[in-house]
């Protein structure tokens, strides 16, 4: 049986990796996008009471620029929203569905995937409520870190590779490796270590093929520490890749803990919770370049 992120997590992948990270548009999008289309006059409002509503707008957010937020549907239709200081940005259904918390403007990400709710004003649309997930939120979060490090100020392969996958929009999922662990423990079994040098091997067969390293828990424990149990699962795991497999830095996005979330197994079972105590080693190739 395999994991891999969730669908919304995967197109917040693919469009990460398309473009830049937030706040930062490339000079083929200042010409070509929506945002640099729209044209406003004055300062958009913080108090949005009262004004008429707008449609709403879901999809992934493709491009930020100051106050500017292009939101790309799944059928490719482009929508420019404003951000307001009275913008209201939250996360529900996060960490077992709990709650629901407020976000900074900061935390929208290229390729994170939302739902807007908007009012109109002076011709342009502003957003009074942005939706997103927590899941979704934290992978884009890990991509944009990934993208920064692991392609920036590197060799000039990391800078082809980047190269020919600049139009990525979906990937091909090529294979799977998931290692397990003892309860509360991060070490790595000889099993694993062997597990993983074949992973290694056959992603090195697999041209253009990157990899992406997650870590999970069982239920055991409270969120905090599992947090920081499946980071540190997921840090070995891509230290023994680097250092013991051979796998290059440049090919591998930052790994990324995910906790208790997406259990592969039902957690009311010691079986199950066996299962769950694991790190996922994805092998990702783009369809762009994958002949798809």
């Known amino acids: 049986m395999t994991n891999f992120v969730t669908r919304g997590a995967l197109v917040a992948l693919a469009a990460a990796l398309a473009m830049p990270t937030a706040g930062t548009l490339s000079a083929q999008e200042s010409e070509a996008t929506a945002t640099d289309q729209l044209v406003v006059t004055g300062e958009v409002p913080a108090d949005l009471e009262g004004l008429p509503a707008g449609p709403d707008v879901e999809g992934f957010i493709s491009a930020r620029k100051g106050e500017k ?5 799944p059928g490719g239709e482009k929508s420019v929203v404003m951000i307001s200081q009275g913008t209201e940005v939250r996360t ?8 629901r918390q407020k976000l900074t403007n900061a935390q ?6 939302v739902t807007v709710k908007t009012v109109q004003w002076n011709g342009a649309l502003v957003a009074s409520r942005v939706a997103l997930k927590s899941n979704d939120l ?3 979060s890990m991509i944009a870190r990934g993208t920064e490090q692991g392609f920036a100020e590197q060799t000039a392969a990391t800078e082809a590779l980047r190269g020919r996958m600049a139009d990525i929009d979906k990937y091909n999922v090529k294979g799977v490796t998931n290692v ?9 079994t000889e099993a694993a270590k062997a597990d993983l040098c074949a992973a290694a091997q056959e992603a090195n067969a697999t ?18 520490y599992n ?3 499946s980071e540190r699962r997921a840090s070995r795991v891509v230290n023994y890749l680097q250092q013991y497999c051979g796998w290059k830095p440049y090919r591998m996005l930052t790994p990324t803990g995910m906790a208790e979330a997406d259990p592969m197994a039902d957690n009311s079972t010691e079986e199950g919770k066996a299962q769950n105590r694991r790190v ?13």
Do not use: C, H, R
């Open 69 to 73: 937020m292009q939101v790309t549907a």
């Open 92 to 99: 529900s259904g996060g960490f077992l569905g709990l709650g």
């Open 108 to 113: 929208l990400l290229n390729g994170l995937p």
């Open 138 to 140: 934290k992978t884009a």
């Open 180 to 188: 397990n662990f003892d309860t509360g423990k991060w070490n790595l």
């Open 207 to 224: 041209e253009n093929a990157l990899l992406l390293v997650v870590g999970y828990t069982d239920n055991v424990g409270d969120e905090d």
């Open 227 to 229: 947090q920081v149990l």
């Open 280 to 292: 996922a080693v994805n092998i990702l190739v783009s369809k762009s370049v994958d002949g798809l």
